[in-house]
């Protein structure tokens, strides 16, 4: 079965330091792979997805992922944390292919980010 | 294009009650997919559909049912709450094939009382 392992439960950084989110995933062949960031009170927004087209993911509000298929992981990262940026954010997998029983995505456990000032 | 649209955006109800979520993806997804979450359990899927179809269900039991219309507005419904229900319940869609991303609604978020 996938899985996804985001490694940090909270992480706080200050304001214009780099932003790492750690997520390593487990799957027999390499997945889809998505992050996720939720403000509070809100649904899940996508903020970049990984489908094999390029290693290196670039994503909304300035955040970027890499494939590394021999450390199975997809960071994310961040080179400027905003204060705008503390929210929950989430890791998730998904089959590559479709076997006929639909593609459900299986996230991890979520990284809440603090920015300080 | 419109999101996804999740109504109620919240909702209490009482032990043993049933309740019905309702969820309008976006114009021309015909996959919608049903999330709970739950500070303790995080994220699970409970199921998806297809042009009316349920192609995967996820490890819930049976008082946890949906079904999807041919418009693929999606509802999913809980018979006999019970305290552990409440979460926050997320709908999401997506365009055809797997390397698409879900788009989620905003959430209906329950209370059993």
């Known amino acids: 079965a996938q899985s996804v392992t985001q490694l940090g439960s909270h992480v706080s950084v200050s304001e214009g330091a780099l932003v790492l989110l750690r997520c390593n995933y487990s799957s027999s062949v390499p997945p889809y792979l998505f992050w996720y960031v939720q403000y509070p009170n809100q649904g899940l927004q996508l903020l970049l997805k990984?489908?094999?087209?390029?290693?290196l993911v670039k994503g909304i509000n300035g955040f970027e992922a890499e494939f590394k298929k021999s450390e199975t992981s997809f960071h994310l990262t961040k080179p400027s944390a905003h204060m705008s940026d503390a929210a929950e954010y989430f890791c998730?997998?998904?089959?590559?292919?479709?076997?006929?029983?639909?593609?459900?995505?299986?996230f991890g456990t979520g990284t809440q980010l603090k920015v300080e000032l | 294009k419109a999101g996804v649209t999740q109504t109620p955006r919240y909702l209490i109800k009482t032990r043993g009650q049933q309740v019905t979520l309702s969820c309008s993806p976006i114009s021309g997804h015909r996959s919608v997919s049903w999330y709970q979450q739950t500070p303790g359990q995080g994220l699970q899927f409970l199921f998806e559909y297809f042009s009316e179809t349920q192609r995967n269900k996820g490890n819930f039991p049976g008082r946890f049912s949906g079904r999807q219309f041919s418009n693929s507005r999606s509802e999913m419904n809980v018979s006999t709450l019970e305290l552990g229900d409440s979460a926050l319940y997320l709908c999401a869609s997506k365009d055809q094939g797997p390397s698409y991303g879900y788009t989620f609604g905003s959430g209906t978020r329950l209370t059993v009382v």
């Open positions: 990984y489908t094999s087209a390029a290693t």
């Open positions: 998730a997998v998904s089959d590559r292919v479709l076997t006929g029983g639909g593609n459900k995505l299986t």
